[in-house]
């Protein structure tokens, strides 16, 4: 019997008490693929969950994983043949963290070639986030300047990048181990350490045209104030709160307020609060968008256009020190597991 390794959070844990579980590899069902995992990451909210801060995570014990590249072994029943051998990724929220695993043939996106599977991970989830934010929300346009706080993270390094190719001026805030890096990137550097607000307007003092927030917390109202008119702010996490008690979903609800409040200022000047799963009600429309904008994104890579920016690579079963190493608040990039 062939099996498969995944890795299982089995309820509010450190990483070590991520458990290694074997069990039978199931075969696809109708409309099914069996994808063999070659990478998979550790995302922002994999540490939230295993604090139970991430606002819609299913009860323990589940598999982490937020996305993951892997290529079709087989096909179930009314999928296409051709699927087989073919290289995809996915964005599957949980259930990455594992050696092989069944999808439905609809969440499958292609993978061009040239890119390898390490590559594609980092684009996944971050790599949608960051367009769909940029393009559908922000509408980042030539000529204009934009502020991205945590520059140096997974959404943030490829949020820069896609900022700049649609031809932004990047402000970005991080650590000072980073500003060389983000230089290096054609990033102006910010210490979001310092005084954030004063720095930002030293570089731009009317204001920036878009805001990319991830921190929440209260210092959104200074992400608020750095966005001039005509200008859209773009919420879209709350790292700040990840250590907080309470409820979850409190301080998404707060941001939620505020963003419908400021919108109604006549101050000419938006506010959006980004949730990927949000917004489109039909399963079908949603994997669309999600089919296109990835595969947008992979297909800038494959021309060279875009890069990965890899923290580390580390075997699944690593997956404790793999997140140890995410929360460290020392790396640049995406955390990647390969099975
Ligand atoms: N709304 C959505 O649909 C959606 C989708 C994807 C991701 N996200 C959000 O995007 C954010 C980034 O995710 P990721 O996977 O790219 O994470 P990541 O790679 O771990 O990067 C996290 C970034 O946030 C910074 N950071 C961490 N803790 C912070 C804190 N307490 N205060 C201020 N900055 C902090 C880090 O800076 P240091 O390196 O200096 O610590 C780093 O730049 C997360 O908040 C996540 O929830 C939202």
Do not use: C
Request: hydrophobic letters at 45%; aromatic letters at 6%.
């Amino acid at each position: 019997m062939e099996t498969l390794i995944e890795i299982v959070l089995p309820g509010i844990a450190e990483p070590e008490e991520l458990q290694v579980r074997r069990r039978a590899i199931p075969a696809p069902g109708a409309g099914q693929a069996l994808v063999r995992v070659e990478a998979t990451g550790v995302s922002f909210a994999e540490q939230q969950m295993r604090r139970g801060r991430y606002y819609d995570q299913p009860p323990y014990p589940f598999v982490p994983g937020y996305d993951l590249v892997g290529t079709v072994t087989a096909t179930g029943a009314g999928t296409d043949a051709a699927l087989a051998g073919r290289r995809v990724a996915a964005l599957t929220k949980v259930g990455g963290w594992r050696t092989h695993t069944v999808l439905d043939a609809a969440d499958l996106v292609p993978v061009p070639d040239g890119v390898s599977a390490v590559q594609a991970e980092t684009v996944v989830v971050n790599g949608i986030t960051a367009w769909q934010m940029l393009h559908r929300l922000a509408r980042v346009r030539a000529g204009q300047t934009v502020l991205v706080l945590g520059a140096n993270g997974g959404v943030g390094s490829i949020l820069v990048q896609l900022a700049q190719l649609a031809g932004a001026k990047v402000i970005g805030t991080a650590s000072q181990r980073h500003h060389d890096t983000l230089r290096a990137a054609g990033v102006t550097p910010v210490d979001y350490r310092a005084d954030v607000p004063a720095q930002v307007r030293a570089l731009a003092p009317d204001g920036v045209d878009a805001v990319f927030d991830h921190v929440g917390g209260p210092a959104i109202v200074d992400s608020w104030k750095l966005v001039r008119r005509g200008g859209t702010l773009v919420s879209y996490g709350s790292a700040s709160t990840r250590d907080a008690t309470g409820n979850s979903q409190l301080p998404i609800l707060k941001m939620l307020a505020r963003v419908y409040a400021w919108n109604l200022l006549p101050n000419g000047r938006h506010a959006y609060f980004f949730n990927l799963w949000g917004g489109l009600r039909r399963k079908d429309r949603f994997r669309a968008r999600i089919s296109t904008d990835l595969s947008t994104v992979l297909e800038k890579m494959a021309a060279g256009q875009v890069s990965a920016t890899v923290a580390a690579e580390l075997p699944l079963t690593s997956a404790a020190e793999a997140m140890r190493l995410a929360e460290s608040r020392t790396v640049a990039g995406k955390v990647v597991l390969t099975p």
